[in-house]
């Protein structure tokens, strides 16, 4: 997850009509989640059978509770409530994925996971990588991930992408994928974006 980017790719948006009224603001909190004993035993299960596809018009509400909900902790690290994840418009978000190369994974039924690109010339930026609370830790982060490079190959020469310096677990995810640290830059006092790219393969 980073904390902040804006899309401009190829529209992967579906034709089908929305299913959320884009007036009514969707309910921010998450879906229940399973208790830790019963998440140990199945949901290894749910997410190998998890399901990687192209975001559609109708994911956009249940991608914002989503996002809003994966981002609190980024808040709580930061101390601030203000992150663009979280003050996000249905309005906006709609419009940033109808422009982005942005994927989705899906268990059963419910969006527990999503990630967005843009391309830029040779270079695909990544952004927004995703998961729900109950389900981080489990793979999810990595098939996105890997279905949004593998989503632009053929394209792209790099992949790039950024985080904040004390989301030390998404930095370790994006260096376990190849990602090196290649700058910082002060975003604001106590914000520090930590950027990381990847040669893509040939």
Request: no cysteine; aromatic share 6%.
């Amino acid at each position: 997850m980073d904390l902040d980017e804006k899309w401009l790719a190829p529209n992967h948006f579906s034709s089908r009509s929305a299913r959320t009224n884009p007036k009514t603001p969707p309910d921010p909190k998450p879906k229940t989640s399973l208790d830790p004993t019963t998440a140990q035993i199945f949901y290894p299960r749910l997410v190998a059978d998890t399901l990687i596809s192209p975001v559609d018009t109708a994911d956009v509400g249940e991608i914002l509770t989503l996002q809003r909900a994966a981002y609190v902790t980024e808040a709580q690290l930061y101390s601030d409530a203000s992150l663009p994840a979280l003050t996000q418009t249905y309005e906006e978000l709609a419009a940033e994925l109808s422009s982005s190369l942005a994927l989705k994974a899906t268990m059963r039924h419910r969006i527990v996971g999503a990630v967005r690109g843009r391309l830029d010339g040779s270079v695909l930026h990544i952004g927004r990588l995703t998961v729900a609370p109950d389900l981080q830790g489990h793979g999810i982060g990595t098939r996105l991930l890997t279905a949004l490079e593998r989503e632009a190959a053929g394209d792209v020469d790099r992949y790039t992408l950024f985080t904040g310096h004390l989301s030390r677990a998404n930095i370790r995810l994006y260096e376990r994928h190849g990602y090196t640290e290649v700058r910082r830059e002060e975003l604001k006092p106590g914000v520090v974006l930590v950027h990381l790219d990847k040669q893509a393969d040939k």
